[in-house]
């Protein structure tokens, strides 16, 4: 079964940047990966997903390996409203995987 | 502008008596599905609605059971919540359920405590 593996957690300073890494090693072709934070006593909310290539939102930056067995979210420059538990998910044909999630402290 | 609440935020039942929590959306999305979430651990599917369509996962205990009478709401019944049902249920939808790149839009959860 496809699953997705990540850090406990994480620590940066404010205002650098963050890469938070996901193995993905058993990723199906047609799996898709998203990743979504959750802070705290909120449910989670989306930041970005892709496929293949890398992506860039207004939030993050997604960056794919090659072989799709890997991918990292890039916080550009991190602020303390950025500290959450981070998930990566994968969702493809009639599943939704969920990585344990890296818990991501910003120090100010 | 909510678009996914969820009644109540915060329930306490005790053990073996039947609770109700309750999801409902503004953003007329056909996908609903339900979450638990135990302390310190990812959010685990139990199941979704496709319009109409339910859809359990293969691990989801008989205990929980949904209905969805409408596009707008869904509820999610524990018919005898034990112990190990503490957990924050979450609620969330999505356009639709054909392509795996739809986004999930999560409410703010039902924190249930058994006691």
């Known amino acids: 079964d496809a699953k997705t593996t990540q850090p406990n957690s994480m620590e940066s300073n404010e205002e650098e940047p963050v890469h938070l890494p996901c193995n993905h090693s058993?990723?199906?072709?047609?799996?898709?990966i998203h990743w979504y934070r959750q802070l705290p006593s909120q449910g989670p909310e989306y930041v970005i997903h892709?496929?293949?290539s890398n992506v860039n939102n207004r939030m993050a930056s997604l960056a794919i390996a090659e072989d799709r067995k890997s991918s990292t979210l890039i916080l550009h420059r991190a602020t303390l409203r950025d500290a959450a538990v981070y998930y990566c998910?994968?969702?493809?044909?009639?599943?939704?995987?969920f990585g344990k999630g890296t818990r991501l402290h910003i120090l100010p | 502008d909510a678009m996914v609440i969820q009644n109540p935020r915060y329930q306490v039942t005790q053990f073996g008596k039947p609770v109700t929590l309750s999801c409902s959306q503004t953003?007329?999305?056909?996908?609903m599905y339900w979450y638990q979430q135990k302390s310190s651990q990812a959010p685990k599917l139990l199941f979704h609605?496709?319009?109409?369509?339910?859809?359990n996962e293969a691990d989801t205990p008989d205990n929980f059971q949904s209905r969805r009478p409408n596009t707008s709401f869904c509820f999610l019944d524990i018919r005898s919540p034990g112990l190990g049902d503490t957990a924050m249920y979450l609620c969330?939808?999505?356009?639709?359920?054909?392509?795996?790149?739809?986004?999930?839009?999560f409410g703010p959860g039902t924190r249930l405590l058994v006691l």
């Open positions: 969330a939808t999505s356009r639709d359920a054909g392509t795996a790149q739809e986004t999930q839009y």
């Open positions: 058993t990723i199906s072709g047609t799996d898709y």
């Open positions: 892709g496929l293949t």
């Open positions: 998910i994968l969702i493809g044909d009639d599943k939704i995987i």
């Open positions: 953003l007329n999305h056909n996908v």
């Open positions: 609605y496709y319009d109409k369509d339910f859809n």
